[in-house]
């Protein structure tokens, strides 16, 4: 574990929870609802909303977890500016491929009715077979279901052979999760060069793809990619984390043209959010250094 991540595990639940709240919309779906029609209202920036929550394992848990992605499709209803995101491992996966599989397409078939997308989230590679298989069998009924690709794992450029033809909504990320050499790629420029590599076959392969990344390079590369293949506007679009100070940046792609879609995610229950911002926090440059003084502060104060 690297010394961030081990100050951030240090952090109090208190401590990580007013950091992490630039991160997360709120703790109800009414929160993340206002959060996501005000990006849209005040800014053009699209929503893809997310119920906070991983690796649960208690089918009453599941149940619930089902229950809270009902109520906020019906609290979304048709609308243009939102999309909603989930887990495999909130939804079933400790039950197996099939189990989870009619969970995600009960999901899929009440969103389906209002014209809601979904996005299958990726996590790390022991979930890769699992969600690719979710993916390639819920599709063929529901073409707008998508799904996500990690370019920093080797296996991804044969993934990406598996769903030719399939024309599909794939976010296209270096991915967060640290996998082992033997499997993935350990050097951040590395899975960059990749993404940009996968990103073009994607586009050749009639995909829409979303670019999910705060590297303004990547991004521009990317944007390149997509005029010298003639590929339009609508075909594509560009995906950041709701927290990540990049305001200007975006509102400059959304005057280009291109769309521009936060990851909006909330939780109801606490326990649920704390594995998420951790994760935010050890990417953020600054947050080791932010929380450490404020750890040293509080110590000393209580002195
Ligand atoms: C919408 C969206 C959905 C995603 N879904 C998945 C998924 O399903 N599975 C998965 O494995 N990964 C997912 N990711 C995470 C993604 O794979 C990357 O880990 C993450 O975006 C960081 O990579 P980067 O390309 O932004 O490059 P980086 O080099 O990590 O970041 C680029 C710049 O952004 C800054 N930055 C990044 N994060 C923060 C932060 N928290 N606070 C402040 N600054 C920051 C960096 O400091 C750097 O300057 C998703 C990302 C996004 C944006």
Known sequence: MGLKKFIINLAPTPLVKLFASPYVAGDSIQAAVETAHTFWKERHVCSTIDLLGEEIEVDEEVQYTVGVYERLIDSLGAQEFATLSLKPTQLGSHRGTQHCQ?????????AEQHDIKITLDMEDHMLTDLTLDIFRALIKEHPTFGTVLQSRLFRTDEDIKSISGLNARIRICIGIYNEPKEIALTRKPDMKTKLLEQLEVLFKEGH????????????RESINIAE??????????????MGVPMRAFQDELIREGILVRL????????????????????????????????????TAGKR
């Open 263 to 298: 990851y909006v995610p909330f939780a109801e229950k606490w326990k649920y959010a704390s594995a998420y911002c951790k994760r935010r926090l050890d990417a953020n440059p600054a947050m080791a250094a932010y929380i450490l003084k404020n750890l040293i502060y509080k």
């Open 208 to 219: 829409y793809p979303e670019i999910a990344s705060h590297d303004k390079e990547i991004i």
């Open 228 to 241: 010298r293949l003639n590929i339009k506007k609508d075909q594509y679009e560009v995906q950041m984390l």
């Open 102 to 110: 009619k969970i995600i397409e009960g999901i899929v078939a009440k």
